[in-house]
């Protein structure tokens, strides 16, 4: 598994981005996929997570209604639509991969992360 993130930027305060994280390995299909976050001087956050098939999804309580995690098996590509952004929301996105579905950060690959700066 090896994650690549981006879809990150600069983005004004109700706007909308949306993150895309690809594998290039041949096993995307095998993993639940999930973003987290990291504001600066914060600890790394859950956001959203997805199971294998794409028919479980979990959000943290504070981007429910807001952010949609989807995935794409085919493309094995992971995303994560971000819309009414708020300036707390402002952080670096990471995606990660675990054989097993869960919202803690016991993930067993990460990407690199990607900025995503929402100004007010």
């Known amino acids: 598994v090896q994650l690549q993130a981006s879809g990150g930027g600069l983005v004004q305060a109700g706007g909308s981005l949306r993150l895309s994280c690809a594998d290039s390995?041949?096993?995307?299909?095998?993993?639940?996929m999930a973003w987290f976050r990291q504001a600066p001087g914060k600890q790394r956050e859950f956001v959203a997570a997805?199971?294998?098939?794409?028919?479980?999804?979990s959000y943290a309580e504070s981007v429910k209604g807001r952010f949609t995690i989807s995935r794409d098996n085919a493309k094995n590509t992971v995303y994560l639509q971000m819309s009414s952004l708020k300036p707390e929301d402002t952080a670096i996105y990471f995606c990660?991969?675990?054989?097993?579905?869960?919202?803690?950060?016991?993930?067993?690959?990460w990407g690199q992360g990607t900025q995503v700066t929402v100004s007010s």
């Open positions: 390995g041949r096993t995307f299909s095998n993993y639940a």
């Open positions: 990660a991969a675990s054989t097993i579905f869960r919202s803690s950060d016991l993930y067993e690959y």
């Open positions: 997805i199971s294998p098939g794409g028919g479980r999804t």
